[in-house]
């Protein structure tokens, strides 16, 4: 749960919604199997988040990248907090978009 609320690291820091899921992979990843899956799906989702809004970025010099950023921070927020609830509840969630770069 706590990688996927990690996220929310991204609104203080721009890099930051990446490093959280990393590091709770990389400390859960040899002892805690359901924890270290739900971290990756996490930082792959960061991933994603963090290229989509670097290409919405790019898109605000032609004025629709405003509309994207506010759109992908919308649905980050949703999709991380079910992704929280979920696991919480010891269901393992998988991002509905996601880049699965780490694997």
Known sequence: MLAHLSGL???ATLIGG????LVMWMIRKDDMNFAAD???EALNFQITVFVAGLIAGVMCLILIGFALLGILVIV???LMIMAAVKASEGVSYRYPFNLRLIS
Do not use: M, S, T
């Open 18 to 21: 990446v490093l959280g899921p």
């Open 9 to 11: 690291l991204a609104f």
């Open 76 to 78: 980050d927020l949703i």
């Open 38 to 40: 739900q971290a990756k």
